[in-house]
């Protein structure tokens, strides 16, 4: 399965990639960014818009 | 610790929270704001520009305990290193600001006004009655309670998601989008009396590099970049426009933050039974600077006066509440949307075009710029090459 996957050491949580997620699969936790893998197409929209480059597509 | 039932909840502790909870709070109204966050303002997401005429719209006199710097005037950069700078004639127009301590003293006008305000409370999910909103679930202290509220106000920023629970698509489309990085930097070569904004393709795609001084030495160094234009992240941007110069590449970095801007996607409705959405979760932020922080306060307090209108005539419906939508796109909305065209035609400008541009700018057209009364001006510059010409017909 593809994934989205968070770089925790990147990820500073400003969480503006969960407000351009057409999906709503993502959410800001304590950690960092949650995926919500039943509702996640992959489409890579918050790769491509993460200012900090912390976001990755990677196969499960 | 807090009551079971409000008269309207907002979800939100940010500029565009605590102008709703000003606003409802004046009237008697039981305001409860809740916000996520362990410190309200804290991590900034914010250049931390604001123009005196904003402040003079938000109704905030200024506070020494907020402000960091005077701003007497702006140095605009064309790809080429050629520049427009231009001093405001009647002193400074506009501050750097310390957000954290702003956002604060925000909320703490909402305190006094007589509204009730919990951080690190999140609101995890909206209650739904009927299928109508009748309040929220909000977690503090690792547990979680249910609030009622006759209205709740998604004043949650970029990443709002419950005003998509409560069926209002607020999903920004990538271009509508700004992604922003940005260092707090010490002990850099700055103009620490204006701001500095740099422009051009390869530097910062869809956006533009800004330099806000707050000491003599001391700045916000960042940079908005958007899709498609962008190839790279915000970051890299960044990085790649302080290494080249040597006045930045010596400093020291005090703190890092990023973001999301949004820049277009404005909403026609942007209510429901029960519900309004206001400031960034909105989407009402000036789309050709990025500056959000008076339009969050302005539109907050706009949709807070119908919120309370709405309370004391006993009537939450949609119907009611759309008086916010009218109101707001009367004083707010029209403006900007013609912005966004203006933007539209901006970004869509060569490296070439941005140079031959600077010949013929004034500073004032700049500033003329940012407000919709810029198009003639831009339309009277364009005409003088012939091959922009074709971005006139856009703007029409
Ligand atoms: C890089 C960058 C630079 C900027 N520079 C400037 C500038 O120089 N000048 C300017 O005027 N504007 C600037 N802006 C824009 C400005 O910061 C925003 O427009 C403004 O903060 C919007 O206010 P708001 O109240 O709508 O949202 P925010 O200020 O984002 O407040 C939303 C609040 O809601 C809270 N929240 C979210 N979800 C929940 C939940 N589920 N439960 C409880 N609380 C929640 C968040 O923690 C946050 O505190 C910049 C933005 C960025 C990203």
Redesign the pocket.
């Known amino acids: 399965m593809i994934m989205i996957e968070t770089d925790k050491r990147k990820c500073l949580r400003c969480s503006a990639c969960v407000g351009v997620c057409p999906h709503t699969a993502l959410t800001l936790k304590e950690h960092g960014i949650e995926c919500d893998k039943e509702k996640c197409v992959s489409c890579g929209l918050c790769k491509d818009f993460c200012p900090m480059g912390a976001i990755s597509v990677v196969k499960e | 610790m807090i009551d079971k039932e409000y008269d309207v909840i907002i ?7 605590s102008g709703a909870a000003v606003a409802i709070a004046k009237t008697g109204a039981k305001v409860l704001v ?4 362990q410190e309200i303002g804290t991590p900034k ?6 123009g005196l005429s904003t402040m003079k719209r938000m109704g905030i006199e200024k506070d020494d305990s907020w402000v960091r710097r005077k701003i007497i005037g702006f140095t605009a950069y064309a790809p080429d290193g050629k520049f427009v700078r231009h001093d405001y004639k009647n002193g400074p127009e506009g501050y750097i600001i310390e957000r954290k301590v702003f956002d604060k003293h925000l909320a703490e006008k909402a305190v006094e006004t007589g509204a009730r305000v919990i951080s690190r ?3 995890t999910r909206l209650l739904k009655e009927n299928g109508k909103v009748c309040g929220v679930e909000v977690e503090i202290n690792n547990k979680k309670e249910e609030i009622k509220g006759k209205i709740v106000i998604a ?5 709002s998601k ?1 005003a998509r629970e409560a069926g209002i698509n607020t999903t920004l489309k990538l271009s509508d989008v700004i992604a ?1 990085a ?1 260092f707090e930097m010490a002990n850099i070569d700055i103009d620490s009396d204006r701001i500095e904004m740099y422009f051009g393709n390869e530097m910062a795609p869809g956006g533009y590099v800004w330099i ?1 001084p707050k000491g003599e030495h001391t700045a916000n160094v ?1 940079v ?1 970049v958007r899709k498609p234009y962008a190839k790279n992240s915000a970051i890299e941007y960044l990085k790649d426009f302080i290494e080249k110069r040597p006045g930045l590449r010596k400093g020291s970095i005090l703190e890092v ?5 949004p820049v277009g996607g404005l909403m026609k409705d942007m209510v429901t039974d029960n519900f309004m959405v ?4 909105a989407h009402h ?1 000036n789309p050709i600077h ?5 339009e ?1 306060w302005v539109g907050g307090v706009v949709a807070g006066e119908v919120a309370a209108e709405a309370i004391k005539a006993n009537n939450t419906s949609k119907k009611f509440l759309k008086k916010y939508n009218k109101l707001w796109w009367e004083k707010r909305g029209k403006k900007m949307k013609k912005l966004i065209k203006f933007r539209e035609v901006m970004e869509s400008f060569s490296d070439e075009e941005f140079n031959w541009m600077v010949d013929y700018l004034k500073g004032e057209d700049l500033v003329e710029f940012t407000r919709s009364s810029g198009f003639i001006k831009l339309v009277k510059i364009l005409s003088k090459k012939p091959s922009l010409m074709k971005h006139i017909r856009k703007l029409m």
């Open positions: 979800v939100g502790a940010g500029p565009s929270g809740l916000e996520k966050r997401r914010c250049g931390e520009g604001l409370a999140e609101v004043a949650d920023g970029i990443e419950i922003g940005q806000f960042g908005g933050n990023c973001g999301g801007v206001v400031g960034d979760a932020v990025g500056g959000g922080i008076g969050a």
